[in-house]
């Protein structure tokens, strides 16, 4: 009777003893062969590299600023166009607190690109380069730039990525978007902001980004470019 007792006893406590889920620790997947780990973003230094050389693709040389001598060529490869210049402040397009009459003496509310709402570029919030205006120096619509081209700018070993939102003065170049100089920490004020350092501007040919206004889709479309150009393929 005793054994028999001890026995049942036994079984009962078995019962009532709270159950294990071996589901509640679940063990990390292992990581597949096909998994890759995130990419490292491409450097200024490896861009900087692949645009040593320069094969003009302009006729002549352009201005950094209208009193300045014409010295800066467009060159060229097979996938982008590029320079070398400056970096002056373009706060035309959609009015805000920083871009409007009052702060820039030479404000124009329009940009020669639009956004997908039909309204002109917001330069306060939008990465945009300028381009010149077409002339017998350079067409930049002859090199397969548009309105919405990826351009990596690259300035004291930051990589940013923009847009080609507006055209400028057909004699100079070297001019971007108030929110581009603030994204690589050149003061973007358009009354005297802006830096006379080298600023590099690699625009890819063929890209475009839709909608022009999404910066989000221009730095993914930017990042992939540029990695293709600076590994050759």
Same mark, same amino acid.
């Given at each position: 009777? =005793? ?6 006893? @036994?079984? #009962?406590? @078995? ?5 294990? #889920?071996?589901?509640?620790? !679940?063990?990390?997947? !292992?990581?597949?062969? &096909? ?36 010295? +800066?060529?467009?060159?060229?490869? /097979?996938?982008? +166009? ?15 607190? =920083?871009? &409007? ?11 020669? *690109? ?7 570029? &917001?330069? $306060?919030?939008?990465? *945009?380069? %300028?381009?010149?205006?077409? #002339?017998?120096?350079?067409?930049? /619509? ?14 004291r070993g930051r990589v940013r990525y923009a847009v080609v939102g507006d055209t400028g003065p057909r $004699? %100079? ?7 581009? @100089? ?5 003061? !973007?004020? !358009? ?18 980004? #839709? ?7 221009? +730095?993914?479309?930017? $990042?992939?470019? @540029?990695?293709? *150009? +600076?590994?050759?393929?």
């Amino acid at each position: 009777m =005793r054994a028999q007792s001890l026995v049942l006893a @036994a079984a #009962s406590a @078995a019962l009532l003893a709270p159950a294990t #889920s071996s589901t509640a620790h !679940p063990p990390k997947e !292992p990581r597949t062969r &096909n998994e890759r780990p995130a990419q490292v973003p491409v450097r200024a230094a490896d861009l900087l590299a692949k645009v040593r050389q320069c094969d003009p693709v302009s006729r002549g040389r352009y201005r950094t600023d209208a009193d300045r001598p014409a010295t +800066v060529p467009v060159c060229g490869t /097979r996938d982008a +166009v590029f320079w070398t210049a400056d970096m002056d402040i373009d706060c035309d397009g959609r009015p805000g607190r =920083r871009c &409007n009459g009052r702060a820039d003496p030479h404000f124009s509310a329009g940009t020669a *690109f639009q956004a997908s709402d039909g309204r002109h570029l &917001n330069a $306060e919030h939008l990465p *945009f380069v %300028v381009v010149p205006g077409p #002339s017998r120096v350079w067409d930049y /619509r002859e090199h397969g730039v548009r309105g919405g081209s990826v351009v990596a700018v690259v300035h004291r070993g930051r990589v940013r990525y923009a847009v080609v939102g507006d055209t400028g003065p057909r $004699e %100079v170049i070297g001019e971007a978007s108030y929110a581009a @100089a603030q994204a690589l920490d050149i003061p !973007p004020d !358009p009354h005297g902001g802006g830096t006379d350092g080298r600023v590099t501007y690699v625009v890819f040919k063929g890209s475009q980004v #839709s909608p022009i206004e999404s910066h989000a889709a221009a +730095v993914t479309l930017g $990042e992939r470019l @540029a990695r293709r *150009f +600076v590994e050759g393929r």
